[in-house]
């Protein structure tokens, strides 16, 4: 069964950097597309970056410059740094998979949607503090 789970979360200081990790196991990356997505309080979930099982990456424009997507095959862990964090980072941060991942369509358009994935993790919590 496809699994996956987010660590490396937790409290930083405002300017800080936090490597977030999503280990996947139960199928295979050459089938999966991933992405990372974030909630914070009372707003609704939105999606972050996204990465094709052939390795592009796409950033939506208020993360750009200040994300890095990645993906360690041998390790089967999927990465999100974040630099320069802000209190306005504060958030869930959640990991998922998709046989299909991002459309052609949205991709053009940088829009990283929730329904174009279906394995989803449990989340890890980000908290940035002045």
């Known amino acids: 069964q496809a699994q996956l789970v987010e660590s490396g979360g937790g409290s930083v200081q405002v300017g800080g950097s936090l490597r977030l990790s999503c280990g996947f196991s139960?199928?295979?990356?050459?089938?999966?597309?991933m992405a990372w997505f974030r909630q914070a309080p009372g707003k609704e979930r939105e999606g972050v970056a996204a990465i094709t099982n052939g390795g592009s990456t796409l950033y939506v424009d208020s993360v750009k410059g200040r994300c890095t997507i990645s993906l360690d095959n041998a390790k089967k862990t999927l990465y999100l740094l974040i630099n320069n964090l802000k209190p306005e980072h504060t958030a869930m941060y959640s990991c998922?998979?998709?046989?299909?991942?991002?459309?052609?369509?949205?991709?053009?358009?940088?829009?990283?949607?929730?329904?174009?994935?279906?394995?989803w993790g449990p989340g890890t919590q980000v908290t940035v503090s002045s």
């Open positions: 139960g199928y295979s990356l050459a089938d999966y597309a």
């Open positions: 998922a998979a998709d046989s299909e991942g991002v459309s052609p369509g949205d991709w053009a358009l940088k829009l990283i949607k929730e329904k174009a994935f279906r394995l």
